[in-house]
């Protein structure tokens, strides 16, 4: 066994046992360090990146200007269109059970408008960071800089 392996052969959250590269490469629940498969960090931890349709870590720790996020629907009222935006202060939205979702426009910045071929599907959400640079050099070579 190398340093990596653990002695644990099931995950810690579902019990179910752990592939070969689960025990060599295994992924730690960031709230207590237990071990888990591959499976449950994903659907603890990772969200699906609305234009790449990546998986990344959802850090959950978003300084004010460091959360972008697009919109691909105009089911939001105080006229917020579709586009990419980024979060100037926290909370920017309110999620309701019953009714709409709302976004307050004082604590977004619109950052650019959507260029449909981004998105390979309707989707709105957080966006990675690989695609937030993609957005920024090609928007730079375009017509100046964005302000990410």
């Not at 939205?93 to 599907?121: H, L, N, Q, R, T």
Request: hydrophobic fraction near 30%; proline fraction near 5%; aromatic fraction near 12%.
């Amino acid at each position: 066994m190398n340093a990596k392996t653990i002695d644990t052969t099931s995950c810690t959250r579902c019990e179910e046992l752990l592939d070969e590269e689960e025990v060599e490469s295994p992924r730690r629940d960031k709230r207590d360090e237990d071990i888990i498969c591959d499976g449950c960090y994903t659907e603890l931890f990772e969200i699906v990146c609305p234009i790449c349709e990546d998986y990344f870590d959802d850090h959950e720790d978003f300084g004010e200007g460091k959360f972008h996020f697009i919109i691909t629907d105009y089911d939001y009222p105080h006229s917020i269109r579709p586009g990419v935006y980024k979060a100037i202060r926290f909370p920017f939205f309110s999620s309701c059970m019953v009714g709409s979702d709302d976004i307050y426009p004082k604590c977004v910045e619109f950052v650019a408008p959507i260029k449909y071929d981004w998105c390979k599907k309707s989707a709105n959400g957080q966006i990675c960071q690989e695609c937030i640079d993609e957005l920024n050099t090609a928007s730079m070579s375009a017509t100046g800089p964005i302000r990410l």
